[in-house]
């Protein structure tokens, strides 16, 4: 009979961690999530979850070495996915230390739990690494063999991750692997992050709850693939024979420009860009009568980064060719497509709970309603 296998994710509250959980659940597997404690409620993506059998939650902290060391020993997992980072690049400047502390020694600590326990020729290990450690880039499209040039300390911290994966896995055979993901996003995205962002301005400008958005570089090429696409790319790596390191992307690029004129066109608004560089607009051609001629996309230097890496592009034959994976499930279009039609929902949902909300408060001002 063969064993029941239990995977652990760290990071299990945010995009990856909750549709690798739906994903893993479905195949039948018990999935524990790492989660931290806080006063304020953050689970909203892997709310509908809780109380589902087989999924189980856990307060830990990747800074908290014993934390780690005691959790994998109770749950003695065969797979753990490490999603946990702070994962906002431009933040990384801000917080630089925090950034290096989860996401570099953040990986060691898993490695380390691991080793405690016990469990080296057992468990699988599967690191979330990104294509921000090709940074100031050297060739394109970006491959397993391309050299890596951080431009950033999330990338420079995401690079120590990558490499002490390599180490342990050289020096303890260990069966850990490096998933280097290109940018992937969704209706789960956070809402700082420009692609999510996008979608949230097109939806609320569409709907008058927002008058312009702004943006930084324009030109900024990306890969941009659909996060619950790219989690089976993440399981697929821990089924394969030998552990390696591979590239998760769609090999296909587009300019953060390309991403906002579709995401406005599926929110029903046309744009013309007029200008270059810091002076460049989107202006409304066609969408609701009061917005024609306005300028609803515009650029701030306050969203340029003190480095910035402009062209990621993803190599993903060797997921395609060694693992089967299809990186083009859900095409660019598909993906902004799902994206702005959350948004235009949430909006209208949002507008719905608020003007409730206002009401009630005036019943109760007046006494109507105790």
């Excluded at 939650?57 to 014993?66: E, N």
């Excluded at 996008?198 to 008058?211: E, M, S």
């Excluded at 420009?257 to 860009?273: D, S």
Aim: overall charge negative; glycine content about 8%.
């Amino acid at each position: 009979m063969e064993k029941k296998k239990v995977a652990l994710i760290t990071g299990v509250t945010g995009q990856d961690g909750s549709y690798l959980s739906e994903f893993l659940l479905a195949k039948g597997y018990e999935v524990h999530g790492i989660i931290r404690r806080s006063s304020v409620d953050y689970r909203e993506r892997i709310a509908h979850l809780e109380g589902t059998p087989n999924f189980h939650l856990h307060y830990a902290d990747m800074g908290d070495s014993m934390s780690l060391v005691k959790l994998v020993g109770k749950v003695q997992p065969t797979e753990i996915y490490n999603l946990a980072a702070q994962s906002h690049v431009q933040v990384s400047f801000d917080a630089p230390e925090f950034t290096a502390d989860v996401d570099a020694v953040g990986v060691l600590r898993i490695l380390e739990a691991v080793r405690t326990n016990h469990l080296e020729k057992t468990c699988k290990i599967y690191q979330a690494s990104t294509s921000e450690l090709y940074g100031k880039v050297e060739e394109v499209p970006q491959n397993e063999k391309t050299p890596f040039h951080p431009y950033s300390p999330y990338a420079v911290a995401k690079l120590y991750g990558y490499w002490i994966i390599k180490e342990y896995r050289e020096a303890y055979d260990m069966f850990c692997c490096s998933g280097i993901l290109f940018n992937h996003e969704s209706e789960r995205r956070g809402e700082t992050f420009v692609t999510r962002k996008i979608t949230l301005a097109a939806a609320r400008i569409a709907q008058g709850k927002q008058d312009c958005l702004y943006l930084g570089n324009l030109d900024s090429l990306r890969d941009w693939g659909y996060a619950k696409d790219y989690v089976e790319c993440m399981w697929l790596i821990l089924q394969h024979d030998t552990p390696e390191d591979f590239v998760i992307a769609t090999g296909v690029q587009h300019t953060v420009r390309e991403f906002a004129t579709l995401a406005f066109h599926y929110a029903g608004i046309e744009l013309r860009w007029e200008g270059e560089g810091i002076n460049e607009k989107g202006i409304c051609t066609s969408g609701p009568a009061n917005l024609v001629g306005k300028t609803l996309v515009a650029v701030s230097e306050a969203f340029y980064r003190p480095t910035d890496v402009v062209n990621l592009w993803g190599d993903p034959t060797k997921a395609k060719t060694e693992l089967g994976w299809n990186p083009q499930t859900t095409s660019f279009e598909q993906l902004v497509q799902i994206m702005v039609n959350h948004d235009m929902q949430k909006v209208a949902a949002d507008h719905v709970a608020s003007v409730m909300r206002t009401n009630l408060a005036e019943y109760l001002e007046k006494g109507i309603v105790k």
